[in-house]
């Protein structure tokens, strides 16, 4: 009887720790559509891909080869400051800033992330899955 009682208790406490890892995802990836068509205008707004097979060309010291492409974005302030990057790979990514406003979350393949820039500055950012996936976003404020 007492086994009986241990194993409903691992089993609910089992259940309950799966609920968790289940709930935290979705509101990780609150900030990204399932979509492939970004919400803004191409004139608003400027894409990145993530290339298929940026996850398997580490190879060095052609590193931005194959990661964000491009690697380095420039973007105007109230102009099209509206960057969004597009997984077209096979695995999971990430677009996130090391101490900055970017943190995609997972990104699924053919997931969407899009970040609107409010304040100029140079925003560097990385895939948490993939070192040697970087790039930078430059944010210039718009000329008088
Ligand atoms: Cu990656």
Redesign the pocket.
């Known amino acids: 009887m007492g086994v009986v009682v241990v194993v409903l208790l691992i089993a609910a406490v089992a259940s309950v720790g799966y609920y968790q890892i289940g709930i935290a995802p979705s509101l990780v990836s609150s900030t990204t559509t399932t979509s492939s068509t970004p919400s803004c205008t191409p004139s608003t707004c400027v894409n990145v891909t993530?290339a298929s097979g940026?996850?398997g060309c580490y190879n060095p010291p052609d590193t931005k080869v194959c990661g964000f492409q491009p690697a380095t974005v420039t973007v105007v302030l109230g102009v099209n400051s509206t960057v969004v990057w597009t997984n077209d790979d096979t695995?999971?990514?990430?677009v996130t800033s090391s101490s900055g406003p970017l943190s995609s979350g997972d990104l699924e393949p053919g997931n969407v992330y899009q970040y609107t820039f409010t304040a100029a500055g140079n925003y560097s950012y990385h895939?948490v899955?993939?070192f040697w996936?970087v790039g930078n976003v430059i944010v210039k404020a718009p000329s008088t």
Do not use: E, F
């Open positions: 993530i940026a996850s695995a999971v990514h990430t895939c899955y993939h996936m």
